[in-house]
Each structure stands twice: as C-alpha cells, then as structure tokens.
C-alpha cells in the first residue's frame, strides 16, 4: 500500500512547495511561534525568564516601580532628597528657619550662661569692679553738685545762678545716662564673644564699635519704654521684653538704631514667651545674687548677659560655642 507523502509520518522540510498537499487532519495547528508572543506557544520560554504580554508593565522583584515622578526608595529606605517628603531635622541643627522645635529652653540659658561665666571668671570680675568704681566716682561727683546746688536754694541765689546749675545737673545727668548705656554694651559685647566661642580678656569688652547708634538705640528704647510705663504700665513692660536683643544687633550685626529695634521685636516675637520666662529667671536670679550683700551680683549680672546673648543666637538659628 503506496503512503500519502503528506501524511504525518513524511512532512516535507521546511522550504519546500505544499500547495499540492491536502490540509491537515486532526487538531488544527498553533499560530506560527515567531509570531506569538514571549511565553505563549512558541519556543519554551526559560525558566524564571517568562516576560509578560506586550503593553504590561515589568514587575520587578520585590514589587512593581513606583510610577513617572514618585520617590525611587533608597537603600536605606528614606526618598532621595528633593523627590518626596525631606526627611525632619534633627534637634537642635539649623534649617531653613531656624531652630526645628522650642529654639531654646530657660533652663538651658541660664546653664550656659553660669558655665560660660564660672570657666573665664577673672576677667568679668575685674570689668564688673571697673564699673562699680566709674558708678562710685560719678555718684561722687553728681553728689558734691546736689550739696551745691542746696547752699544755693537756702541762700536765696539770684535766678541766673539756679538755672545756671540746673542745666549743669541735667547735663551730668544726660552723661550718667550715656555711662550707662556704653557700661550695657560692654558687658554684652563680653557676652557675645563669650556665645561665639571666644573668651574675652579685659580687654576685649571694651572694643566695640557702632558707639553712635548703640547710645541712639537706646535712647529710643529708654524714650518708648517711658512713655509705655506712663500710659498704663504694661507697655512699657511689653517695650522692655521686645527690646530685649537691641544691643545685640548694634554690635554683633553694626545695624543703625531703627533696623536694630526692628530686628530684636522680630526676633522676641518668634518666641515671646520664652524670652518673657527668661527674662523674670534673670530678675529672680540678680534679686537672690543681691541678697548676700550685693556680691552675687559679680556672677549673676554678667550670667544674665550671657543668657541673653545664647537665646540671641539660637533664635537667630546659630549654634552658640
């Protein structure tokens, strides 16, 4: 019996003419395997190496990628900078603003500021007596006028003489009163090198500069403060508290008058109560330093300058020394 040379025992190869030959017999034959898909008919696909259908995403192992934009995860799983949430600062480092969190504690302030005096103690001291003597002498010397100015009341002085003497006592007062504001501005210039990592000689306090708009700011702050305490008391209080960081600005920023004031209510009211707790401390602490005749007061006023300047430069986003 002669075979069908079609039948499935003699397929011709590939690349020879059938069209002479009849269709196939049995199940109808799969699409041609160059034309199907990875992984379905055709040639085996390897294992572990199956693609998905044309159109559908690659799944990576461990999950699918995050889509055109997301955050990529890292190793160590937090997103790369500037594609996702930043991650938060950590306590106590600058950012963008400032301190992240209560810029400073009272607590802290004034632990800082007893460490910093206690470690370099000699020259606070000697400032502190200098002053003590210029405020001696000057009470003296404003003393010896006030006994003038009595003998001329009690003897009838002529008109000219009493206003003679009257412009002098408001001339040394007007003085006594720029003293004191440059004694201010010593001890917060010892103050501000003492926060900035610098231990101040004896020296060192009296090398500032901006003197002009130092007294011109304070003289602005004493004015306001005057008129706040006389029209109904707590304004001049809030003008003491917002004014707190004035002398700070002048000399450790060489701002003018205006922009210092300016820039210390900015700044107090980042943080007003803070600054408000910190400030009744300082006056508790120099109340409690008076107590033992006066001799605390060596190491609790300039304590209370070096509270103040720490909370200056946290506030301003610095890292005190």
Same mark, same amino acid.
């Given at each position: 019996?002669?075979?069908?040379?079609?039948?499935?025992?003699?397929?011709?190869?590939?690349?020879?003419?059938?069209?002479?030959?009849?269709?196939?017999?049995?199940?109808?034959?799969? &699409?041609?395997?160059?034309?199907?898909?990875?992984?379905?008919?055709?040639?085996?696909?390897?294992?572990?190496?199956?693609?998905?259908?044309?159109?559908? &995403?690659?799944?990576?192992?461990?999950?699918?990628?995050?889509?055109?934009?997301?955050?990529?995860?890292?190793?160590?799983?937090?997103?790369?900078?500037?594609?996702?949430?930043?991650?938060?600062?950590?306590?106590? @480092? &600058?950012?963008?603003?400032?301190?992240? $969190?209560?810029?400073?504690?009272?607590?802290?302030?004034?632990?800082?500021?007893?460490?910093?005096?206690?470690?370099?103690?000699?020259?606070?001291?000697?400032?502190?007596?200098?002053?003590?003597?210029?405020?001696?002498?000057?009470?003296?010397?404003?003393?010896?006028?006030?006994?003038?100015?009595?003998?001329?009341?009690?003897?009838?002085?002529?008109?000219?003489? !009493?206003?003679?003497?009257?412009?002098?006592?408001?001339?040394?007062?007007?003085?006594?009163?720029? !003293?004191?504001?440059?004694?201010?501005?010593?001890?917060?210039?010892?103050?501000?090198?003492?926060?900035?990592?610098?231990?101040?000689?004896?020296?060192?306090?009296?090398?500032?500069?901006?003197?002009?708009?130092?007294?011109?700011?304070?003289?602005?702050?004493?004015? *306001?403060?005057?008129? $706040?305490?006389?029209?109904?008391?707590?304004?001049?209080?809030?003008?003491?508290?917002?004014?707190?960081?004035?002398?700070?600005?002048?000399?450790?920023?060489?701002?003018?008058?205006?922009?210092?004031?300016? @820039?210390?209510?900015?700044?107090?009211?980042?943080?007003?109560?803070?600054?408000?707790?910190?400030?009744?401390?300082?006056?508790?602490?120099?109340?409690?330093?008076?107590?033992?005749?006066? *001799?605390?007061?060596?190491?609790?006023?300039?304590?209370?300058? !070096?509270?103040?300047?720490?909370?200056?430069?946290?506030?301003?986003?610095?890292?005190?020394?």
């Amino acid at each position: 019996m002669t075979q069908d040379p079609a039948g499935p025992g003699n397929a011709q190869p590939n690349g020879e003419d059938r069209r002479d030959a009849p269709p196939p017999q049995g199940p109808t034959a799969g &699409p041609d395997p160059a034309a199907a898909p990875y992984g379905q008919g055709g040639t085996p696909a390897q294992p572990g190496a199956a693609y998905p259908p044309a159109g559908s &995403p690659y799944p990576p192992a461990g999950g699918p990628y995050p889509s055109a934009g997301g955050p990529y995860p890292s190793a160590a799983g937090g997103p790369y900078p500037g594609t996702g949430p930043a991650y938060p600062p950590q306590q106590g @480092s &600058p950012g963008p603003g400032g301190y992240a $969190g209560p810029p400073f504690r009272v607590g802290e302030a004034v632990s800082y500021g007893w460490r910093a005096v206690t470690s370099n103690l000699g020259p606070w001291i000697v400032v502190a007596l200098i002053f003590l003597a210029v405020n001696v002498a000057w009470n003296l010397i404003t003393g010896g006028f006030s006994q003038l100015w009595d003998s001329y009341d009690d003897n009838g002085a002529s008109v000219a003489a !009493v206003t003679g003497l009257t412009f002098t006592s408001v001339l040394l007062s007007v003085i006594g009163t720029i !003293v004191g504001y440059l004694i201010t501005a010593f001890f917060t210039r010892g103050a501000l090198d003492e926060t900035a990592g610098r231990r101040p000689d004896v020296a060192a306090f009296f090398r500032i500069s901006n003197v002009v708009h130092v007294v011109l700011a304070a003289v602005l702050v004493t004015i *306001l403060t005057t008129v $706040g305490l006389v029209l109904c008391i707590l304004p001049g209080l809030a003008v003491i508290v917002f004014s707190a960081f004035v002398y700070n600005f002048t000399l450790d920023r060489q701002q003018d008058a205006i922009a210092a004031i300016r @820039s210390s209510w900015s700044l107090v009211a980042k943080s007003f109560g803070t600054v408000l707790l910190l400030l009744l401390a300082l006056l508790g602490i120099n109340i409690l330093g008076a107590i033992p005749l006066g *001799l605390g007061l060596f190491v609790t006023i300039p304590l209370s300058y !070096v509270a103040v300047a720490f909370a200056y430069r946290r506030l301003l986003g610095e890292q005190p020394a």
